[in-house]
Every structure is written in structure tokens, then in C-alpha cells.
């Protein structure tokens, strides 16, 4: 207890090396990196939007008990990561959607994609 005391008292009295006007990222960086991260999610959730807005998906939603409107909802929930996350399995599926893989395979990625997104918003919900 002395010790943190005396630790306060020495890092109160010292001159102050550090200014107010200080700051290790200057106002327009880090607004610029906010509007950075914000263009960046926008993006992977209208990558996530197009994917749900296949028929695919509207079939695999109706299979999994659900429906895209449901989907589409909870996706504001998800956290900036696991949207990149999911965008980019949801581009990789639209921008070579064959790639020598069967319809079947191609249903079953949309499913993953799905369950996914349901599984992560529920772990946000608890």
C-alpha cells in the first residue's frame, strides 16, 4: 500500500511529459480509419445481402426452418470480423461459383454460410 502511494505522489509531482494536445493518432487519422472501417463493413454486408438474396439461399433458408428476411435481420448483429469473415466465403462463392464444384457442394457452402451467421447471433444474444 505504501509503495503504490509513493508511486502515485512521485507520478503526480513529476512536470507532466505528455501535453494535452498530445495524442499518438491525430483527430484526422483516426477519423479517417472510422470512416475506413465503416466503408469496409457496409461493404462486406452487401456482399453478405447479395448472397442471401440468391435463390439458393432462399431454398436453404426454407430447408434450415427459416427465411432470408430473418437472416438478412440478424446480420447487424454480427461483429465487424465475422462479417469480413463471412464476405469473404460469400465472395469466393459468387465470384467462381463452379469451380468444379457440384450444385450439391455449392448448396452446401450456402448452408454453412447461413448456419453460420445463425450461430454467431445467437452466441451475441447470450
Do not use: W, Y
Not at 3 to 27: E, I, M, Q, Y
Not at 65 to 70: C, E, I, L, M
Not at 83 to 102: C, E, N, T
Amino acid at each position: 500500500m505504501r509503495k503504490s502511494l509513493a508511486v502515485l505522489t512521485l507520478a503526480a509531482s513529476l512536470p507532466g511529459f505528455v501535453l494535452a494536445g498530445d495524442h499518438v493518432v491525430t483527430r484526422q487519422a483516426a477519423d479517417a480509419r472510422l470512416v475506413e472501417a465503416a466503408a469496409s463493413r457496409s461493404a462486406d454486408l452487401a456482399t453478405l445481402g447479395r448472397t442471401l438474396a440468391t435463390p439458393e439461399a432462399e431454398r436453404v433458408t426454407r430447408v434450415l426452418g427459416t427465411d432470408v428476411a430473418t437472416v438478412r435481420a440478424s446480420l447487424a448483429s454480427l461483429d465487424d470480423r465475422e462479417a469480413h469473415d463471412l464476405a469473404l466465403r460469400a465472395s469466393a462463392l459468387q465470384s467462381d461459383p463452379v469451380s468444379g464444384l457440384s450444385s450439391d457442394v455449392n448448396t452446401l457452402l450456402i448452408i454453412f454460410l447461413i448456419v453460420a451467421i445463425v450461430i454467431i447471433v445467437l452466441k451475441a444474444v447470450d
